[in-house]
């Protein structure tokens, strides 16, 4: 079973260089996290292994390193057969 804690802060203004959450996995597990913009591009991805509560931080750059732009972004997190989706709001 996966577990993603609400994003924060959310949303995101000014300086803010990151969004943190945490995941929680009852056992050892794999955990992808893709980071897509409301009309399906995807900007981001990861894959991180977790045991117990693990805390992440996306930095709010796309895969080449560069800022993502002011709007709204969707984290899906994906182990196994659970998948869990959090909404983000990027103010600049």
């Keep these: ?18 969004v943190k959450f ?27 292994e977790v045991v117990g509560l693990k805390t992440l931080a996306w930095r709010l750059t796309d895969s080449s390193g560069r ?7 969707y984290l899906q997190f994906n182990s196994g057969t659970n998948t869990v989706i959090r909404k983000l709001l990027v103010l600049n």
């Design 22 to 48: 945490n995941l929680l996995s009852s056992c050892p597990t794999s955990v992808s996290w893709k980071v897509y913009t409301v009309d399906y591009k995807r900007v981001y991805e990861d894959t991180v």
């Design 67 to 73: 800022r993502v732009a002011a709007g709204v972004y």
């Design 1 to 18: 079973m996966l577990g993603v804690s609400e994003l924060y802060p959310n949303p995101i203004t000014g300086s803010v260089r990151e």
